[in-house]
């Protein structure tokens, strides 16, 4: 049986979270632009600090399992 609840909550985290799709923080002009399409170095940085500290609490506190035959 292969456990497949990290890798989909990992992709929805990984579209959802991505720089500038839908909001980035911190933008160039602002504190949060929502839907501007762009990003920058620190924006990345804590886009993926957010990621990995939803990632974590999902997968390792709440415990995620999707479990296929």
Do not use: C
Not at 31 to 51: D, K, P, Q, R
Request: proline content about 4%; charged content about 5%; glycine content about 8%.
């Amino acid at each position: 049986m292969a456990d497949w609840g990290p890798v989909v909550i990992a992709v929805i985290l990984f579209i959802l979270l991505s720089p500038g799709l839908l909001i980035q923080m911190p933008a160039t002009r602002r504190a949060i632009e929502f839907g501007n399409m762009s990003t920058s170095g620190i924006s990345i940085l804590v886009h993926a600090v957010i990621f990995f500290g939803i990632l974590t609490i999902l997968v390792i506190a709440v415990g995620v399992h999707i479990h296929t035959d």
